[in-house]
């Protein structure tokens, strides 16, 4: 293929190996791996919070005609939990046992 062909293949991927350790693609797996699972734990998070404070508010207005967070409170709830959340989930280091694992279809 020659120069022109391996340029060709680097423009087109998506992810290009830099050196011939066979580590470097391991260590890439698990990393990827690390994110999507961070990625799901997030989003797990998030749904759980967010439906906690939507049954509280309609369990208290039903029981007691009278919402205990109103909406910039929920948006503070909200921001908060967002930002406090996603730090301490997308900080999370991989770990060994993300290999051991299938892995995900598309």
């Not at 423009?11 to 791996?33: P, Q």
């Not at 404070?53 to 205990?68: F, T």
């Amino acid at each position: 293929m020659g120069i022109a062909g391996t340029e060709v293949a680097k423009e087109s991927s998506d992810i290009i190996i830099l050196d011939d350790n066979f580590a470097s693609v391991v260590k890439v797996v698990r990393w990827g791996r690390s994110v999507y699972a961070n990625i799901q734990k997030f989003i797990q998070f998030q749904l759980t919070v967010n439906v906690a404070a939507l049954v509280i508010n309609v369990v208290a207005a039903v029981s007691s005609g009278d919402v205990p967070l109103n909406a910039v409170q929920l948006l503070w709830v909200n921001l908060i939990m967002d930002t406090l959340g996603a730090l301490a989930l997308a900080t999370e280091p991989p770990t060994d046992h993300l290999m051991d694992r299938t892995p995900v279809g598309r």
